[in-house]
């Protein structure tokens, strides 16, 4: 099995909400930083929050930022991200990783992510 699959992903309406998981395995999830990513065509995948390990500070950038709930489960080695008051703009394919604790880069290979559409 592939370290990190997402789920959770689908249609919206704007203004709606879902929740994303990630499935972590074949690392120690506890240990790490963790972090959800999106990326939309032709745009580089961008981090978008991120929990510190094992449950501390969590930061957001300010699209994001009041509306997303990043979230981990350590005894299940999960990770969430709650996504409310949805935009159009969210649109996107979201995946998540583990985090350099000095440099935010992500340390495992990708999973397939998973669709996420807003839209009336």
């Known amino acids: 099995q592939a370290p990190l699959v997402e789920s959770g992903g689908g249609l919206a309406q704007p203004g709606g909400s879902l929740r994303l998981s990630c499935a972590a395995s074949?690392?120690?999830?506890?240990?790490?930083?963790m972090a959800w990513y999106r990326q939309v065509p032709a745009k580089e995948r961008e981090l978008i929050a991120s929990?510190?390990?094992?449950?501390?500070?969590?930061n957001y950038v300010d699209a994001v930022k009041g509306r997303f709930t990043i979230s981990r489960d350590n005894a299940q080695d999960t990770l969430y991200l709650q996504m409310d008051s949805l935009k159009p703009e969210d649109t996107a394919v979201y995946y998540c990783?583990?985090?350099?604790?000095?440099?935010?880069?992500?340390?495992?290979?990708w999973g397939q992510g998973t669709q996420v559409t807003v839209s009336s």
């Open positions: 990783n583990a985090v350099s604790t000095s440099t935010t880069l992500p340390l495992f290979p």
């Open positions: 074949r690392f120690s999830f506890a240990l790490y930083n």
């Open positions: 929990i510190e390990s094992p449950g501390g500070n969590s």
